[in-house]
């Protein structure tokens, strides 16, 4: 739930964030939660990958199926590199808390030297054209005033109904 009252906003914007979600209870629950914010006739913004990446998507990714893993690459950062760096902060315990994020990292998922990062797996669920359109539909209270693709991404206008 987020930490706002109802009713408190005139927009909402919901980007690459549906893609994540697992379930089609979830990605209700998240646009209905959106929609609770929104003052009655305010509008949300929902953007999520599309299947589709042949139309100018930008991710690079083919995918065979709606439901996929797709690689997150995390750049190792080095001593004096960042914020949380010895160099930064000039102590031990820093650098005790760099290399031990690092060792963490490297347990769930694979170091590529050639792009000196950590690479993991993250969840996506990737859309057809009117699914997110139905997705949004179905939760009460919202009117669709438009459906578009953009670099990638189904979007979706929502306005919340009073």
Known sequence: MLPYRSDAFDAVTCIAVLHHITTQVRRQRLI???LRV??????ALFYAWAMDQTQGGRSGHLFESQD???PFHK????AGDG?????NHGDAAATAATST??????????YDPAKKAHVFQRYCHVY???ELTDLAASVDG???LEEYYDAGNWCILAQKVE
């Open 142 to 144: 919202t009117r669709i």
């Open 128 to 130: 057809r054209q009117g």
């Open 75 to 78: 750049r190792q950062t080095h």
């Open 38 to 43: 929104l003052r009655p006739g305010g509008q």
């Open 83 to 87: 914020p949380h760096s010895a160099q």
């Open 101 to 110: 994020n690092s060792i963490a990292s490297a347990e769930h998922g694979c």
């Open 32 to 34: 209905a939660e959106a």
């Open 68 to 70: 996929v893993f797709v």
